[in-house]
């Protein structure tokens, strides 16, 4: 019969520290287990990750790909499922600010596209960047309104005047 103060853990399942530096006796006497000379062997003698004893780490050897734009404009999709969600109480005109308010956007995007999956059951105002056709006829069918806000273009830079 198995008592609590009969049990005990199977032969093997834990193993006595490594007592460096503590003499002959403790059977890691002399070099504490750490080999005789070498790098890993002296005090703070560590590698930095990644490093490959000299020969040229693989983080340099593979060429580097794409690029960042750092010009990149970022769309916030919402489907018109998406609206029908919200409150037409406490909204009454939806646009990037109001979505992002109502916490149906998250993160930082430029412009708003609306899409047409779904059905909208209550007539909202809704001023987007870019609006599917599907969307505009579902909009104004549930006797809501809708404005295309203009995508504003890039300031075009000046070309240098040369002097000769």
């Known amino acids: ?94 646009n990037l600010e109001s979505l992002t308010q109502a916490r149906m956007i998250k993160g930082t995007f430029d412009r708003l596209t609306v899409l047409a999956t779904g059905e909208l059951s209550h007539p909202f105002s809704i001023k987007a960047h870019r609006i599917s056709d599907a969307a505009q006829a579902k909009i104004t069918k549930a006797g809501g309104k809708f404005e295309l806000i203009p995508i504003p273009c890039g300031k075009k830079r000046e070309k240098k005047n040369k002097k000769k």
């Not at 049990?7 to 003499?23: F, M, S, V």
């Not at 690029?67 to 919402?78: L, Q, S």
């Open 1 to 94: 019969m198995i008592t609590l103060n009969t049990i005990r853990k199977h032969p093997g399942a834990t193993t006595k520290n490594k007592r460096l530096g503590r003499g002959a006796g403790s059977g890691l006497g002399q070099t504490s287990g750490k080999g005789d000379k070498g790098q890993l062997a002296r005090t703070g003698g560590s590698v930095r990750p990644g490093f490959e004893g000299g020969q040229m780490p693989l983080y340099r050897r593979i060429p580097k790909r794409g690029f960042t734009n750092i010009h990149r404009r970022t769309n916030a999709i919402v489907n018109l499922a998406d609206l029908s969600r919200l409150d037409p109480k406490t909204i009454k005109e939806v």
